[in-house]
Structures are given as C-alpha cells and as structure tokens.
C-alpha cells in the first residue's frame, strides 16, 4: 500500500490541474503488476535511475524530500519485486510495481 501512495502522491504533485492519471492492473509471468501513469513533464533520461536514490530529485522539480520513490524501491525488493519507469519529457511518466504473485 506504501508503494502505491508513494506513487500516486508523485503522479498528483507533479500533474498538471485537469490531467488524467491512471491506474491499471495486470498478472503474468507470475508477477502481479500496478501501472501508475500521468500527464506530468516527463523525466529526462539521465534522471530516470538517480531519482530512485535517497535524496534524489528530478531536475526542476519542486516540493518533496526524495525520499519516496527510495522507499519504494526498497519496499519492492523486500518483497521480491521491482519498481521500474517509463518516460520521456514532455510525455508524462507510467511507474510500475511488479510483485510476485501469490
């Protein structure tokens, strides 16, 4: 549930008011899989791997301490899973959660 929060609240903060977010769900492979996407900016390639390190913000970006997406890195893993991204500027951003499914 953390994870998701931590994702949504970054979706939220960093969407334009009257965008869309969405929020999908799939299971395959034996992964059960949460997709968090939004119409934000976009983050640039080379911030893409940094920004899931503690104290790590997207360039331009404001509000937030980088601790979030850290913590839901480590969360995922505790859990034999993954948080990967998807992006590029000017085209939003789709995180996803993978989890081992039971």
Do not use: C, W, Y
Not at 56 to 67: F, M, W, Y
Request: no cysteine; proline share 5%; net charge negative.
């Amino acid at each position: 549930m953390q994870i998701l929060v931590n994702l949504l609240g970054n979706a939220v903060r960093h969407s334009p008011d009257g965008s869309t977010i969405t929020i999908t769900f799939d299971r395959s492979d034996g992964f059960a899989r949460a997709h968090v996407a939004d119409q934000g900016p976009g983050i640039d390639p080379e911030d893409q791997q940094r920004i899931f390190e503690r104290f790590e913000r997207a360039k331009g970006t404001e509000g937030g301490s980088g601790l979030g997406l850290a913590i839901a890195r480590r969360l995922a893993h505790a859990m034999g899973g993954e948080i990967s991204l998807e992006s590029e500027p000017g085209q939003g951003a789709r995180f996803t959660l993978s989890l081992p499914s039971v």
